[in-house]
């Protein structure tokens, strides 16, 4: 659980709704202290990244990330940490923006994907036109954003350390999918390579482009996902009901893992002060995967499957039909990005599962934890319709 705020932070708007965590305390205070470090000019060592905007795609704004303190980027690094800390984290990275295309081959993109690709932090200057303006806005699927401004330069100053099977990768003529599962087998990280898709480094040469920062999460996400259900699909099924369970950043996961080939389903409950007025969306897809973008779940549905594919991989070593509750809780203010529904997925399925015989048990054991009433979620399950009478007679 995020640590509470003492009943004198809390905002008027937040003592009314009976909150336990301000974030508009908490990003006021930040936004004070970031801007004392704001100028037209900023430089530094920072953790090499870029931001890829939507707005008149293909034509599109873009430019490099540059950190003005100590900053975690990797989202995977930023678990455990307290909301007013995530804010502050992402509040430090300074974007630069320029109007680009998506099919830019200019030398300061060249130079900015070198950065990129970069295990190291990399020493970068940024010259604005304006001094950056911080407005902190949050969105589902990205982290909270720290200023922005319009570049009018920026250099990478130091050399950035590429490792040889990347900088073999972009000299390579594969498409993206293959370089993904190639650099995932040698051991890079989703984030890693979430950055690498959205600079344009990889795919065939003639067809690289900058893809947005939110469309690369997300791409990346359900890319290298579907590479380890290949890998999850020839496991043995699991022989027991198994509940997982994690709580973070007020938000509430059951994971039960049920007998069976591979099979997903992901529930999310958004509620307020009454989770009887729940809204419930839910998503589902077989063992032979699915052929439509998860539209009523977008990035959340393919995080939440990431996380289980990787549980059942690395630590359970089986396959079984999954079903994701995710529980939203009210003091859920500020979403911080979908690498929260992917982290505590990871970390509920890395944990020791309660196990039961019976499906009956199992549901019991996870409707403890759980606010939503457990008829809502059975009235819209496809997973769970499909029990037959041994299930609960184990």
Not at 262 to 277: D, L, M, T, Y
Not at 329 to 355: I, Q
């Given at each position: 659980?995020?640590?509470?705020?003492?009943?004198d932070d809390l905002c008027?708007?937040?003592?009314?709704?009976?909150?336990?965590?301000?974030?508009?305390?908490?990003?006021?205070?930040?936004?004070?202290?970031?801007?004392?470090?704001?100028?037209?000019?900023?430089?530094?060592?920072?953790?090499?990244?870029?931001?890829?905007?939507?707005?008149?795609?293909?034509?599109?704004?873009?430019?490099?990330?540059?950190?003005?303190?100590?900053?975690?980027?990797?989202?995977?690094?930023?678990?455990?940490?307290?909301?007013?800390?995530?804010?502050?984290?992402?509040?430090?990275?300074?974007?630069?923006?320029?109007?680009?295309?998506?099919?830019?081959?200019?030398?300061?993109?060249?130079?900015?994907?070198?950065?990129?690709?970069?295990?190291?932090?990399?020493?970068?200057?940024?010259?604005?036109?304006?001094?950056?303006?911080?407005?902190?806005?949050?969105?589902?699927?990205?982290?909270?954003?720290?200023?922005?401004?319009?570049?009018?330069?920026?250099?990478?100053?130091?050399?950035?350390?590429?490792?040889?099977?990347?900088?073999?990768?972009?000299?390579?003529?594969?498409?993206?999918?293959?370089?993904?599962?190639?650099?995932?087998?040698?051991?890079?990280?989703?984030?890693?390579?979430?950055?690498?898709?959205?600079?344009?480094?990889?795919?065939?040469?003639?067809?690289?482009?900058?893809?947005?920062?939110?469309?690369?999460?997300?791409?990346?996400?359900?890319?290298?996902?579907?590479?380890?259900?290949?890998?999850?699909?020839?496991?043995?099924?699991?022989?027991?009901?198994?509940?997982?369970?994690?709580?973070?950043?007020?938000?509430?996961?059951?994971?039960?893992?049920?007998?069976?080939?591979?099979?997903?389903?992901?529930?999310?409950?958004?509620?307020?002060?009454?989770?009887?007025?729940?809204?419930?969306?839910?998503?589902?897809?077989?063992?032979?995967?699915?052929?439509?973008?998860?539209?009523?779940?977008?990035?959340?549905?393919?995080?939440?499957?990431?996380?289980?594919?990787?549980?059942?991989?690395?630590?359970?070593?089986?396959?079984?039909?999954a079903v994701v509750i995710?529980?939203?809780?009210?003091?859920?203010?500020?979403?911080?990005?979908?690498?929260?529904?992917?982290?505590?997925?990871?970390?509920?399925?890395?944990?020791?599962?309660?196990?039961?015989?019976?499906?009956?048990?199992?549901?019991?054991?996870?409707?403890?934890?759980?606010?939503?009433?457990?008829?809502?979620?059975?009235?819209?399950?496809?997973?769970?319709?499909?029990?037959?009478?041994?299930?609960?007679?184990?």
């Open positions: 659980m995020d640590k509470k705020n003492s009943y008027p708007a937040c003592k009314r709704n009976g909150r336990v965590f301000c974030p508009h305390s908490s990003a006021l205070f930040v936004k004070a202290e970031v801007e004392k470090n704001l100028s037209e000019n900023i430089s530094g060592p920072s953790p090499p990244n870029l931001f890829v905007g939507t707005y008149g795609y293909p034509n599109i704004s873009a430019g490099p990330m540059i950190s003005i303190g100590r900053t975690v980027d990797n989202p995977a690094q930023l678990y455990g940490m307290e909301y007013g800390e995530i804010i502050r984290q992402r509040s430090n990275m300074v974007i630069g923006r320029q109007a680009q295309s998506i099919f830019s081959r200019s030398r300061k993109i060249d130079e900015l994907q070198d950065a990129v690709m970069s295990v190291k932090d990399v020493d970068m200057e940024a010259l604005f036109k304006y001094k950056p303006k911080l407005v902190l806005t949050m969105d589902n699927v990205l982290q909270p954003m720290g200023p922005s401004g319009e570049l009018k330069d920026f250099s990478v100053i130091g050399n950035p350390s590429v490792p040889w099977a990347v900088d073999q990768i972009r000299e390579d003529n594969v498409l993206a999918v293959d370089a993904i599962a190639e650099l995932t087998g040698k051991g890079f990280d989703s984030h890693y390579l979430t950055k690498l898709l959205s600079a344009g480094v990889l795919g065939r040469k003639v067809n690289r482009k900058m893809v947005p920062t939110r469309w690369a999460i997300t791409a990346a996400d359900d890319t290298i996902g579907k590479q380890m259900l290949e890998k999850v699909k020839e496991l043995p099924e699991v022989q027991e009901f198994m509940v997982f369970t994690n709580e973070y950043l007020f938000n509430h996961f059951e994971i039960i893992v049920l007998p069976g080939a591979f099979e997903f389903e992901q529930f999310e409950a958004w509620f307020g002060s009454s989770p009887k007025n729940a809204n419930i969306s839910e998503e589902y897809e077989g063992f032979e995967g699915r052929t439509t973008y998860a539209s009523k779940q977008g990035g959340g549905y393919y995080a939440g499957r990431f996380g289980v594919a990787y549980g059942m991989l690395n630590h359970l070593h089986r396959q079984g039909r995710r529980e939203i809780l009210p003091d859920y203010t500020v979403p911080v990005g979908v690498w929260e529904v992917r982290e505590n997925a990871k970390h509920a399925m890395t944990g020791r599962p309660h196990k039961f015989e019976t499906l009956n048990a199992a549901l019991d054991d996870a409707f403890t934890r759980l606010k939503v009433p457990r008829s809502q979620y059975l009235s819209k399950t496809r997973i769970l319709r499909q029990m037959k009478i041994s299930d609960f007679l184990r």
